[in-house]
């Protein structure tokens, strides 16, 4: 061989590359994967499908409105859009948050418009495999057991599901007027 060429060389290098090369690890089995947002409304400590949420914000500054229930907090200008924002717990408990500053949105897709449900807390997202959801749902609030079908367990938790799919079809949350 011509060393002397530096074609010949990149070459040269290139088959011994190709020849000492290891191959790939290879999966036996792949498992999938659930991922949602763990969340919690009172006392339950609950988890929502990713594909459920458009995001998550801090609880922006925003405007009463007059004449609608308690659980319909107000509207908040974010980035140039109106976001009306509602108290989940206040909604599904019947009580308020008591420190809704200190709370966080969860922004869902409520009839094409975003809505923010203000909860008290967010854990982040949780990822568990699909082997570990199970029918058995612990005990929750009987006004939460009712957007709840399946859980996930996970070292020892259990994280029921919350569907806000299922919370958007309650015929409550057009009584938003007095």
Known sequence: ?????????????????QANAAGLPTLDKVEEVWVGVGFRIGDDKLIAPMNEIEEILDLPEFTN??????????????????????????????????????????????????TGLIVEEVYGMKHF????QS?????????????????FSQEGD????????????DERLAEAPL
């Open 1 to 17: 061989m011509n060393t002397s060429d530096p074609f010949d060389l990149l070459l040269d290098i290139e088959q011994r590359c």
């Open 65 to 114: 409105v007059p004449g609608v229930k308690s659980w319909m907090v107000g509207v908040a200008n974010v980035r140039g859009g109106l976001l009306p924002l509602m108290d989940l717990k206040g909604f599904i408990l019947g009580e308020d948050i008591k420190q809704r500053k200190k709370g966080r949105v969860i922004v869902i897709d409520y009839k094409g418009f975003n």
């Open 129 to 132: 495999q699909t082997k570990d």
């Open 135 to 151: 029918k058995d749902i612990p005990s929750l609030h009987e006004n939460v057991s009712k957007y709840v079908n399946k859980a």
């Open 158 to 169: 259990s994280w029921p599901v919350f569907s806000f799919q299922n919370m958007t079809k």
